[in-house]
């Protein structure tokens, strides 16, 4: 006889839910989805021990646990709070979680260039969202910031620790999915960097995936550097046979072009998949991939301004019989397993 | 005189040697609680001690130790804190240097009471000088038969090692101070898992500042009710206080709790009065990150009742009137100094000390260390004040680890107590340069309540 599962009832801004123990707050509520999702700069589902540091996602927890219904003291990180059956959480619906989370975010603009119009993450960058929600409309910090040198690690990726927040995902990434790695910052307090170690793991095939997730334009594709906003170009999820990683992909398209591939992002920002190193630099032709529908993109976001989902293939497809055929049993395939 | 546990032979020619320790009536602490108690004896003897921890939250040690996890076949750790960086606060230091033995004795009793078989003494990595007396200490204590393999026949095997610390305030915090035992960047970790359930290499370990596990061993020789007939209800036993500022007898003075404040700072037996016959003008009573008290709160609390060394008598007021224990960093300033420098001093510390992790830390120290100074040097405006209020409202509460609040709370209370200096620094400023403001004249301290 199976035993029943236990779940615990967790109520977040009014809305209940029901999750496995063991799930922090900030995953209960992406299960619910929605407005009443805490904001997660750091946090990062696929990186062991990632979370905590940005203080974005604070909330305020009402009510402990059915045993212990005594609030929470202070508020807290809810990527890294478990859940407690009959725990209260209190997220948009609290006036101090909403203040604290404006102060957060002025925090991590003082330092921070702004330099939206020339970064290439902007369009896609969490921190812009961020300010954009929590944001003062100006700046009460009048002092120099605080600035660093760009850095090229290696011919593909460049550090410009300007706009760094410091939320060592990229840090975890190396440390996670590349061989001998300590950590990645040095210094401390307001002169920590993301440092030279990172240096260090260039031959790893999946150090690209730094770029996924540095939530700002800290890290960026230097072969994409200034190529293109990227509200002009169009993704288009593909996939190709990868001997290292799933090799599912987004190709992110300007009239035949591609101009970019990154991992498949979820509507949290996070990557379905670590991708490799080939796949993300080396096969930028349509004809590496195999195309298989536009990438969801959430409708609030600057990228969907483009009405790219009346994608048309583009004449390389249209021209090789090859490629549309094996396109098609993709998209075939695709429908099926719908 | 107040009763002495510590320091009672502190001034005994070669207290620092084991013989001589030996010969004062050292490690019968080691003896009766190895020989004629039980672990469980000995954390019942603390709790029934009321003794609080010594490093600066005041949270009951033998409580602390009751919580610790004890899993089948998982080593637990003790740890010892000296990583004492606090601003003002020089009591461990002295301690370790004069009666290393000591802290010794207490680390081989509270490792008993909490079974760890390894126990570690982390030392602020400045504190080399120490670091070797402990270091020759321990040895003597070893060759003695109180360390090692089957201590004194009983069975029970204890190694003792002193690590010197990586050079920053941070790894005063206890997760941060584990991590850097563990060999790694000295960052705060994020709780939970407490250190009683994870915490040295993923074992339960209990962290414990010098002084406490100090003052376990006058509890187990004497008895925890003994203990706890010094002081007054909660706030049980003595304490060591390191006096400094314009005092006229600056030092480490043990305290039974309970004294006045006023005859702390007053009185020939401690600090002797503030220094060339200045008047007092405002003191912080637990280490820089306390909230500071201007003269009138100073000896009675705001219900006119007189103010005494204990903390609850402190803390009095909660942080609108009164301040806090702390770590004992007793720091008196006369009508010469200038609040306003001396928080952006204090700043401009826990800005260089954060260690950068968290973000409401990490920029929110830099920016009031900036504004402080602009307001210092006579280039701030009134709307500066309202900043730094905000600024340090953001941080407090919002950090993963207490320095965010350590830095917070001075700036707050001094901006409480002495906006009106705060507000003459920039009215007058070419004068602010020349000239201290002198006695305050007291702002309404409820005004942001």
């Not at chain 1, 995936?209 to 700002?216: G, L, Q, R, S």
């Not at chain 2, 010969?23 to 009321?50: C, N």
């Not at chain 2, 270091?135 to 026949?153: M, Q, R, T």
């Not at chain 2, 206080?241 to 480490?252: L, T």
Request: aromatic content about 8%.
């Amino acid at each position: 006889m199976a035993e029943e599962e236990v779940k615990f009832k967790v109520t977040i801004d009014g809305i209940p839910v029901e999750v496995a123990p063991g799930t922090t707050i900030l995953n209960a509520a992406r299960q619910i989805g929605g407005d009443i999702v805490p904001p997660a700069m750091c946090y990062y589902s696929k990186l062991e021990g990632s979370g905590g540091k940005c203080r974005t996602c604070l909330v305020k927890v009402a009510k402990g646990s059915e045993k212990d219904p005594r609030p929470m003291p202070k508020l807290v990180a809810s990527c890294r709070t478990t859940v407690m059956d009959g725990m209260e959480v209190h997220n948009i619906t609290s006036p101090e979680v909403i203040e604290a989370r404006r102060g957060v975010v002025e925090f991590l603009l003082i330092n921070h260039p702004l330099d939206c119009p020339v970064c290439d993450q902007a369009g896609e960058c969490k921190l812009q969202d961020l300010s954009y929600e929590h944001g003062l409309e100006q700046t009460r910090f009048e002092f120099s910031k605080r600035t660093f040198e760009r850095i090229d690690i290696g011919g593909k990726i460049q550090l410009h620790m300007n706009r760094c927040i410091l939320c060592y995902r990229c840090v975890y990434v190396a440390n996670q999915l590349t061989d001998n790695r300590e950590h990645g910052i040095i210094g401390r307090g307001i002169h920590s960097e993301i440092s030279t170690y990172i240096e260090k793991a260039l031959d790893s095939d999946f150090i690209g995936n730094v770029i996924d997730v540095c939530p700002v334009g800290a890290l960026t594709d230097r072969t994409f550097r200034f190529k293109n906003r990227v509200w002009f170009t169009k993704p288009v999820n593909a996939h190709r046979d990868c001997p290292t990683c799933s090799g599912k992909v987004t190709l992110w398209y300007k009239g035949e072009d591609v101009l970019r591939v990154t991992g498949r992002k979820d509507e949290f920002g996070e990557v379905e998949e670590f991708i490799c190193d080939t796949c993300r630099f080396e096969t930028k032709s349509t004809a590496d991939w195999i195309l298989e529908e536009p990438a969801p993109i959430d409708h609030e976001s600057v990228i969907a301004a483009n009405h790219y989902y009346e994608f048309n293939l583009p004449p390389v497809i249209q021209e090789n019989k090859k490629l549309q055929l094996a396109n098609e049993e993709q998209l075939a395939r695709t429908e099926r397993l719908k | 005189m107040g009763r002495k546990l510590l320091l009672e032979h502190i001034n005994v020619p070669g207290i620092q040697t084991f013989e001589v320790y030996r010969q004062k009536g050292g490690y019968r602490a080691v003896e009766k609680a190895l020989k004629s108690m039980s672990p469980d004896d000995v954390v019942e003897e603390v709790k029934k001690s009321g003794l609080r921890g010594r490093g600066g939250a005041g949270f009951p040690t033998g409580m602390k130790w009751s919580f610790l996890a004890k899993p089948e076949g998982v080593p637990r750790y003790l740890v010892c804190n000296g990583d004492e960086s606090e601003p003002g606060t020089f009591k461990d230091r002295y301690l370790m240097t004069h009666i290393p033995h000591a802290l010794i004795e207490g680390m081989i009793v509270s490792s008993y009471a909490l079974g760890a078989n390894t126990s570690y003494i982390y030392v602020r990595g400045e504190m080399m000088p120490q670091i070797r007396i402990l270091e020759k200490a321990i040895a003597e204590a070893k060759a003695a038969g109180f360390l090692g393999k089957d201590i004194l026949g009983t069975g029970y095997d204890l190694e003792l090692y002193v690590q010197p610390g990586g050079g920053a305030y941070i790894c005063g915090e206890e997760t941060a101070l584990l991590e850097s035992l563990e060999g790694k960047r000295g960052n705060p970790r994020i709780k939970p898992p407490f250190p009683a359930v994870a915490g040295l290499y993923g074992c339960p370990t209990v962290v414990n500042n010098v002084e406490s596990i100090a003052a376990t061993v006058p509890i187990v020789n004497d008895g925890g009710e003994e203990y706890a007939k010094i002081g007054i209800e909660r706030s049980t036993g003595t304490k060591l206080i390191s006096a400094s500022g314009n005092i006229n007898k600056p030092g480490v003075y043990e305290i039974e709790l309970g004294v006045p404040v006023e005859e702390f700072i007053y009185s020939d037996e401690y600090c002797g009065g503030i220094a060339n016959g200045k008047r007092l003008k405002a003191l912080v009573a637990g280490g820089s990150s306390v909230p500071i008290l201007p003269a009138n709160l100073i000896s009675t609390t705001i219900k006119g009742e007189p103010r005494l060394m204990t903390y609850e008598s402190l803390a009095d007021g909660g942080f609108q009137t009164g301040t806090m224990m702390g770590s004992g960093g007793f720091i008196v300033f006369d009508e010469d100094q200038c609040i306003v420098r001396n928080t952006w001093n204090f700043t401009r510390f826990y800005s260089h000390e954060s260690c950068g992790q968290c973000s409401p830390c990490r920029e929110g120290t830099g920016w009031m260390e900036n504004v402080l100074y602009n307001i210092e040097t006579g280039q701030g405006s009134m709307e500066d004040i309202d900043l730094l209020w905000d600024i340090q409202r953001n941080i407090e509460g919002n950090t993963i680890c207490p320095l965010g609040d350590a830095a917070a709370w001075p700036v707050a209370a001094a901006i409480r107590h002495f906006r009106d200096e705060f507000e003459w620094h920039i009215t007058h400023r070419d004068e602010s340069q020349q000239r201290n403001y002198g006695l305050a004249h007291y702002a309404d301290p409820l005004e942001y309540a």
